[in-house]
């Protein structure tokens, strides 16, 4: 339902047909961009307020119904370690010392990101993820086949794999809670933040007020929203007094959203399909022709060479006959001058015999 | 009461290894399927695939190519003189796909889930639904193409000749399905730029896969010639023995042109990203060494062999060039996958993961044997000699 | 007990220091008291001479100006060694010239007095360098490098911690004093048409309102006026055996050094004939159209007490003596002062030249920045604010002459009210109990009145604080902000919804709210207890 808003890519047919690609023109190539769902909410996370009391993952943990953590959320030393999501936390705060061990900790907050045009959403093949117009970007257990290409996909590293489980794993991830949201609520960690560092709003008010609190103190943000633009933007905004990169943000994502950079592999499907066939066959027409060709010359030589010999057999058999012929003749001829000079001889000796006898 | 039980010892070493390899296998699996991945895999929440996607699902796909590219180049383009090249490479190919989709039960969370994309509903701008798609129907296309073989073992005349009748169409439709699933396999990792070495990651990355699969496919048409014919010589047939080296060589010489195109390429992939002062580093380095090692090296060395005709040395190329697809796959799926992280992060086989994957080249090697030994795959059926 | 040997203690590392002093001061002799650290250095000099003639085929060679200085003096050899005298410098008739007349004022360059060619100044180097180095090896003294590599270094093994030297109030009245106020000893001004220097009483100003970074026309730089005047002076001084300045770098450039300046303490007055006050304001003339007659009330300026605030004039007069309008006009005239108008002169944040950037730059102590650190930069004030400084209508600041309008500006200056009678303890609420979050806490109870006390106490000594703050109230603008002020504020929950308005993210909750301002203002103020994340510290958590 919501897909149908997005511009995805769409090149199938029917699969279960077993017929392969049709394409749906025109997307491949676009040069919209989705700007999200109108009055979908977004979240800001402010690394300046925040004072790292996770009194948020507590939050998380409570609403999303999670087991229970080996040590308590108020065990701050929790957060000397590096952490990361994992099935059982769907955010963290993590604590950075960017100015050196000796000036105070910024913290961050690794979590879903809720991405306008999620990777995680693009990347599935049963349609698990979803963008709900609430902004959350949804995950549908019942299709889930655990391929996990999401987790492969995803450049903030979010989705997590419920490894230790036989039955039925899941992928695991921030839900921006959802059915809360549904209802009216805030997300869990935005209710529980005691110093709204977390703030919940529309996209365009948490953007307006991201903006301000930069213009209001300049001396204290970096001079940008990290997720305006990000990944081509995401429903989770941050900011910062000291580079992202710092506060655990990748800053060599670039601002292309996940589904246009397999856009132009998906885009060579319908060529491929329109043309091999036809060139393949054409090929094949080509190489048959001129197998056809080569047998049809071969048979005409043969043809050739069988008729010239007959023809000359044909000129062997009236040459012979006609030899056979003038030697019959020659032969006729001869037994006639031959009967003839007999005859004449016959008769000379005859007239001699007759002078004789006359003489 | 087989043919080799007749000749030889029960216990001969081919059997003891498989056995164990087949009891191990065996083992593992229960394994997996009463412990989950957690129990038998190092998979971890940034390490989502590992061998079981990157060596048996990548190099698995990648080394069954020999099947349309050989159906291609005798039925297509017309090259009759390699007819009898393309039963033992449609039935690797055959037997490659399968063992894929086998293996993929493994390593997929709900196995039972894996026609969901096809019945429940699909992701069409995934390019695993395309994979999916695409190998399903050629594994389908493959299964046809190689019903004659068991058919004329079992005498099925008619559908044996009906099957026949349908090579052509199947042949097209194997390249159609083959280009796209190749070329897709390494445009799955188009969508992860932040998580790939810039030295792997291009926009070229699906023609790589398809020429390189191309490559694959013939050497590896060598390579299992050169095997068949050193163990299981009695069950070829005059043609295919007259006809064994005309193959090699044919295939060689194809392999020394397409290994040198897609060395262009990948060059021109460097150079269109600008990716060149990676070079300098330690995975550029280890670029060098796929590029120039299992890339340049091999066009060479096919490019000397053919000219010398020297069997011996095609055979050893095409095994050098077959390791070189299993290094370029092992490192686009894992090596260069996640280069930023630090070690502690990093992923590394499991020896289970390891032994599954060794379990389904054993099964393959076994089903391959079992069929040579008793269908006219290296020989022609004396019924249809005619054609 | 504890103490006594806490006394010993000290006493001991008290004696430990003089012993080390004595003794260092022995062996560094009086002249040079204090070295750098090993490597760290004040005097490097980079004789990349070369490249104006193109580029330098070898590294440049960093060279020790102080460790020359002083070989030399071992070797009882002068300044002379290397420099050759330069009659140029000797230009001003009178004062300076006089000054230094008993000595051979001397070219800043090494062994020629104009760089000819690239080959000339490359065989001086080599040729002096290396020759002084060998004969000096000769004599037996210790000597420098003869060798390419070891002058011409790619990877230098000192490291440069020169510092930039100026000239401050207090500096400036030492030299006033010792010239006994013949200010022209230094101060002089060029007439273009006799073609030289002359001294022009009245008119002096800073050195480098004319000496810029680089050479200009005909002014040299900064750098070679200073060392030629400063220099050469000193050393004319050190000649007659006075009491004197630096003659080395290090006594100039280097941090600690420049730490033992003497400073004149109290400072007298700068004589330059300015106002002790005046009128911040744009003069009416005939010429000026009746839109420009509308503008600002006029700004009573304490001229006498702002020359206390900085070290140097030039703070303010960042370009010259003359007041702020001669550049910064209403409308922006092309070239006039950088295109930055009256307006923002006086308006600009982040500068020190201005005067809103100064004040702000002085909310950075924790005492102001409790407050201050909350107040979104770059803000419009409200008009009453305006006021504060904007006070006397432009008509009334009219005055003959620069006397009666100083005059004028000292009266209302005089006359203004200068500080606020407290708020009476009995009107603060001592403390506010905070119940917000009462499913989870118990109430947090705020001590408002110790806060209350503990701000005024920070402004109490604060002038400029008793001039901004105008209201008796200002102050618990701090916390109740956003509204005028008042003795009875409204309260935090009057703006502050719960949990937030999702219609205007920029304004947080009331929960937010209390945070935010609490332990922003105890980090600004460098409270630390209690941590941000030290829940209990202010509201016990509930028991269930």
């Known amino acids: ?359 | 009461m087989s043919h080799d039980a007749a000749h030889k010892p029960i216990m001969s070493p081919f059997v003891i290894v498989t056995g164990i390899l087949l009891v191990i296998g065996l083992f593992i699996t229960v394994m997996r399927f009463t412990g989950g991945l957690a129990a038998t895999t190092n998979l971890s929440d940034y390490n989502p695939w590992g061998i079981w996607i990157g060596f048996d699902l990548l190099v698995g796909v990648a080394l069954a190519a020999g099947g349309y590219v050989t159906s291609a180049a005798v039925y297509i383009f017309g090259m009759k003189r390699y007819h009898s090249a393309v039963r033992p490479a449609i039935l690797t190919g055959f037997l490659g796909y399968a063992l894929v989709v086998f293996a993929l039960h493994y390593d997929v969370g709900q196995p039972w889930r894996l026609p969901y994309p096809f019945i429940m509903q699909s992701g069409t701008t995934s390019l695993l639904f395309e994979v999916g798609a695409c190998v399903a129907l050629y594994l389908t296309v493959l299964f046809i193409e190689f019903t004659p073989a068991p058919l004329e073992w079992l005498g099925f005349k008619k559908a044996r000749n009906l099957v026949v009748k349908l090579t052509m169409v199947l042949t097209i439709f194997g390249v159609v399905l083959s280009t796209l699933h190749q070329s897709s396999l390494g445009a799955l990792y188009l969508i992860a730029p932040s998580k790939l070495h810039p030295l792997w990651y291009s926009g070229y990355l699906p023609v790589f896969f398809f020429v390189s699969s191309v490559v694959a496919g013939l050497s590896m048409v060598i390579f299992e010639g050169s095997l068949s014919f050193r163990y299981f010589k009695d069950k070829m047939d005059e043609a295919h023995m007259r006809d064994k080296e005309d193959v090699a060589f044919g295939f060689a010489k194809a392999a020394s042109f397409v290994l040198a195109g897609y060395f262009a390429i990948k060059v021109i992939g460097i150079a269109v990203d600008n990716n060149w002062a990676y070079l300098a580093t330690g995975y550029g380095a280890w670029f060098l060494v796929e590029l120039l090692g299992f890339v340049a090296l091999p066009a060479f060395l096919y490019a000397v062999a053919v000219r010398d005709r020297s069997m011996t040395l095609v055979k050893y190329t095409a095994g050098w060039t077959v390791l070189g697809i299993v290094v370029n796959r092992l490192n686009v799926s894992l090596i260069a996958f996640n280069w930023h992280l630090p070690a502690s992060e990093r992923y590394f086989p499991h020896w289970m993961e390891i032994g599954i994957s060794l379990f389904i080249v054993t099964i393959g090697v076994i089903a391959f044997r079992f069929i040579v030994t008793r269908m006219p795959i290296l020989y022609e059926h004396p019924d249809y000699e005619a054609h | 007990m504890e103490k006594g040997r806490s006394l010993v203690r000290w006493t001991g590392i008290g004696l430990a220091f003089l012993l080390i002093a004595i003794t260092g001061m022995r062996v560094q002799g009086v002249e040079a008291p204090y070295k750098e650290p090993e490597g760290l250095r004040a005097d490097i000099l980079v004789i990349d001479t070369l490249k104006v003639f193109g580029e330098l085929e070898r590294p440049a060679v960093l060279f020790l100006h102080d460790q020359h200085t002083d070989a030399l003096e071992k070797q009882e050899k002068g300044c002379k060694t290397c420099h050759l005298k330069d009659a140029s410098f000797t230009l001003i008739p009178d004062t300076l010239d006089e000054a230094i007349r008993r000595i051979d004022p001397l070219s800043p360059k090494f062994k020629r007095l104009k760089d000819e060619s690239r080959q000339e100044v490359m065989d001086i180097y080599h040729d002096e360098c290396i020759g002084c180095h060998t004969r000096t090896a000769d004599e037996g003294y210790e000597s420098g490098p003869v060798t390419c590599g070891e002058c011409h270094q790619k990877e230098p093994e000192v490291v440069s911690v020169r510092q930039e030297m100026g000239m401050d109030l207090s500096l400036h009245y030492r030299h006033v004093k010792a010239r006994e106020k013949k200010c022209g000893v230094c101060h002089h001004k060029f007439d273009e048409i006799k073609d030289q220097l002359f001294y022009a009483k009245g008119e002096e100003g800073s050195c480098r309102y004319c000496h810029r970074e680089v050479k200009e026309e005909n002014r040299i730089s900064m750098r070679l006026a200073s060392h030629v005047a400063c220099v050469n002076c000193h050393r004319d001084m050190v000649d007659q055996q006075k009491e004197t300045g630096p003659i080395r770098c290090a006594g100039c450039h280097s941090e600690k050094m420049q730490a033992r300046i003497k400073k004149v303490d109290p400072l007298p007055r700068m004589e330059r004939n300015q106002p002790d006050a005046v009128f911040v304001n744009i003069t009416e003339t005939a010429e000026m159209s009746a839109d420009m007659k509308a503008r600002m009330a006029a700004v009573p300026f304490d001229h006498k007490a702002h020359e206390t605030y900085n070290d140097t004039c030039r703070v303010c007069h960042h370009e010259g003596l003359e007041t702020c309008s001669t550049c910064h006009t209403l409308a922006v005239a092309p070239d006039a002062g950088k295109k930055v108008n009256l307006e923002q002169a006086m308006h600009q944040e982040n500068t020190k030249t201005s005067c809103i950037g100064c004040h702000m730059m002085e909310q950075a102590p924790k005492e102001c920045a409790g407050c201050h650190n909350f107040m979104p930069k770059d803000r419009k004030q409200d008009d009453a604010f305006c006021k504060v400084c904007h006070s006397v209508a432009p008509a009334q600041a009219a005055a003959a002459d620069k006397d009666e309008e100083s005059q004028k500006a000292a009266n209302v200056l005089e006359a203004r009210k200068t500080r606020m009678d407290p708020i009476p303890e009995s009107e603060i609420p001592e403390t506010v109990t905070i119940k917000a979050i009462e499913k989870e806490f118990e109430p947090a109870i705020m001590p408002h009145r110790k806060i209350i006390d503990r701000l005024q106490k920070g402004v109490a000594s604060s002038k400029l604080a008793d001039h901004f703050h105008t209201d008796r109230a200002t102050l618990c603008q701090g916390c109740h902000h956003n509204t005028p002020p008042a003795v009875k504020p409204p309260k935090c929950s009057n703006c502050h919804g719960k949990p937030f308005s999702e219609k205007k993210p920029i304004m947080p909750g009331l929960m937010a709210a209390y945070h935010r301002q609490c332990m922003e203002c105890h980090k600004n103020m460098g409270i630390e207890k209690p941590a941000a994340v030290d829940c209990a510290g202010c509201h016990k958590e509930k028991k269930k």
């Open chain 1, 1 to 359: 339902m919501s897909i149908s808003r997005r511009r995805f890519l769409s090149w199938m047919g029917a699969a279960g047909a077993g017929t392969a690609a049709l394409a749906r023109p025109g997307h491949s190539a676009t040069t919209q961009h989705f700007e999200g769902y109108a009055d979908a909410g977004a979240v800001l996370f402010d690394s300046v307020i925040c004072i790292g009391c996770r009194r948020c993952e507590a939050a998380c943990n409570r609403v999303n119904d999670l087991p229970a953590p080996e040590r308590p959320f108020d065990d701050l030393t929790v957060l000397d370690e590096r952490r990361r999501t994992h099935w059982d936390s769907y955010m963290v705060i993590n604590k950075y010392y960017p100015n050196g061990k000796e000036n105070p900790p910024v913290y961050g907050r690794m979590g879903c990101n809720h991405c306008l045009e999620p990777a995680c959403a693009s990347a599935c093949f049963v349609r698990a993820f979803d963008k709900a117009p609430t902004a959350a970007v949804t995950y549908d257990e019942t299709v889930c086949v655990g391929c996990r290409y999401c987790m492969v996909a995803c450049p903030f590293e979010i989705p997590t794999y419920e490894y230790h489980k036989v039955i039925s794993p899941r992928i695991s991830k921030c839900t921006f809670c959802h059915p809360r949201l549904e209802k009216g609520l805030l997300p869990g960690c935005v209710e529980a933040c005691p110093t709204e560092a977390l703030t919940f709003g529309t996209r365009e008010d948490i953007i307006a007020t991201a903006k301000e609190r930069i213009r209001r103190h300049p001396d204290r943000y970096i001079d940008h929203v990290y997720g305006e633009k990000e990944m081509g933007g995401t429903s989770w905004l941050y900011l910062s007094g000291v580079p992202f990169s710092q506060v655990g943000k990748r800053e060599d994502l670039g601002y292309i959203a996940a589904p246009k950079l397999t856009s132009g592999a998906l885009a060579a499907v319908p060529i491929v399909v329109g043309l091999w066939p036809v060139l393949l066959t054409g090929i094949y027409a080509v190489s048959k022709r001129r197998e056809k060709i080569a047998k049809e010359e071969k048979e005409n030589a043969v043809a050739q060479a069988i008729s010239a010999e007959k023809a000359e057999a044909e000129a062997n058999l009236t040459q012979e006959k006609e030899k056979a012929k003038k030697d019959k003749e020659a032969a006729v001829e001869k037994a006639v001058k031959k009967a003839l000079e007999d005859a004449a001889k016959e008769a000379e000796e005859a007239g001699k015999k007759d002078s004789e006898e006359e003489s």
